[in-house]
């Protein structure tokens, strides 16, 4: 029988994305950051859809207060996090005990993440399907409603989030924020030529 890994060791993966981003230009808001995390002895990887970190539980836990407080200061007008257990064991340790055992049957709902008794975020086990969908769904929270249900400037500026968040290099991508706006796969070209002046 394998030992039990002690709580405070349990591995987890913060991604996150720290706004305004600018790909290949991070600002300090993002770079303070790296500089943190780097301090105490992780690594952060820099992506097209955000950063990611993996850890231990309660060094990630501990140093993100300072790293939210950090980029703030320095800038961020916005952050959105994603804080993930190690598919390892969905039952063991302090973060399953915070959101719950990660359901068997549908392994990618999202769980609240709750930390010191606030939620920080949602948590899913790793998975890179459906992830246009998952960054549709947090635009459309940005925005305000459905992308269908949208008028046609607040279409155009979401159109302009998800192509600067890099979701249009994503293959079918523009087929699927087509059928979350209601539009053509024409309407999203028009308007990504539109937004980068083509």
């Known amino acids: 029988m394998k030992p039990e890994?002690?709580?405070?060791?349990?591995k987890c993966r913060l991604e996150y994305l720290v706004e305004p981003f600018e790909e290949g230009n991070p600002?300090?808001?993002?770079?303070?950051?790296?500089?943190?995390?780097?301090?105490?002895?992780?690594?952060?990887?820099?992506?097209?859809?955000?950063?990611?970190?993996?850890?231990?539980?309660?060094t990630l836990?501990?140093?993100?207060?300072t790293v939210l407080r950090s980029a703030f200061e320095k800038g961020a007008s916005r952050i959105s996090i994603t804080l993930t257990k190690s598919p390892a064991d969905p039952s063991v340790g302090p973060f399953s005990e915070a959101v719950g055992p990660a359901p068997s049957d549908d392994p990618v709902s999202d769980e609240p993440a709750v930390w010191n008794q606030a939620m920080i975020g949602l948590a899913r086990p790793e998975d890179i399907h459906g992830a246009v969908e998952r960054i549709v769904a947090v635009v459309e929270t940005r925005m305000g409603g459905k992308l269908g249900d949208l008028p046609r400037e607040k279409k155009q500026a979401a159109v302009r989030i998800l192509d600067e968040q890099g979701v249009?290099?994503?293959?079918?991508?523009?087929?699927?924020?087509?059928?979350?706006?209601?539009?053509?796969?024409?309407?999203i070209y028009n308007y990504l030529n539109a937004i980068r002046g083509d």
Request: proline share 6%; no cysteine; net charge negative.
């Open 168 to 187: 249009f290099l994503i293959r079918k991508s523009v087929e699927t924020v087509a059928e979350a706006m209601g539009v053509s796969r024409i309407t």
């Open 61 to 65: 836990t501990s140093v993100l207060p």
């Open 27 to 58: 600002g300090p808001h993002v770079l303070g950051t790296l500089d943190i995390l780097q301090r105490h002895g992780l690594e952060m990887t820099m992506g097209p859809f955000g950063n990611t970190v993996d850890g231990d539980y309660e």
């Open 5 to 10: 890994q002690p709580a405070d060791r349990e």
